[in-house]
C-alpha cells in the first residue's frame, strides 16, 4: 500500500490550496467528478430540463442567457455520460428531481 493521496484527496489539497476550498469537477479524475456537487445553477437547469421545458424555456425562466444553459447542460452530460439531451433527460428523470 502507498501513501500517496488518491485523487480525491489531491483536489481537496488543491481546493485549499487555492484558498476558495470550492472543489471545482477539473481538480478531479474523470472517475471521480460525481464526487463534487453540481453547481445549484446547473442543477436547477437539470430540473426543469427533467420537467420537459427545452432550452430557450429555461433561460428565459430563470434570466440566463441560452449559452449559458448549453454550458450547464454540457457540464450535466459529462458527469452523467450522457451523448445525447434526450439520454441527460432519461438520467434526471431517473433522479426524481421535482
Given amino acids: 500500500m502507498t501513501d500517496e493521496p488518491g485523487a480525491a484527496e489531491r483536489a481537496l489539497y488543491l481546493a485549499a490550496v487555492r484558498g476558495g476550498g470550492r472543489l ?3 481538480d478531479l479524475a474523470p472517475a471521480d ?9 446547473t442543477v ?3 430540473r426543469l430540463l427533467a ?11 430563470l434570466g440566463i442567457s ?5 454550458g450547464h447542460i454540457s457540464r450535466l452530460r ?3 455520460g450522457a451523448r445525447t439531451l434526450f439520454h441527460l433527460g432519461w438520467h434526471l428523470r431517473g433522479e426524481h428531481h421535482g
Fill in 24 to 26: 471545482r469537477p477539473e
Fill in 66 to 70: 441560452e449559452r449559458t444553459v448549453a
Fill in 78 to 80: 459529462d458527469r452523467y
Fill in 51 to 61: 420537467r420537459g421545458l427545452t432550452q430557450r424555456a429555461v433561460a428565459t425562466r
Fill in 33 to 41: 467528478r460525481h464526487l463534487v456537487a453540481p453547481h445549484p445553477t
Fill in 44 to 46: 436547477r437547469i437539470g
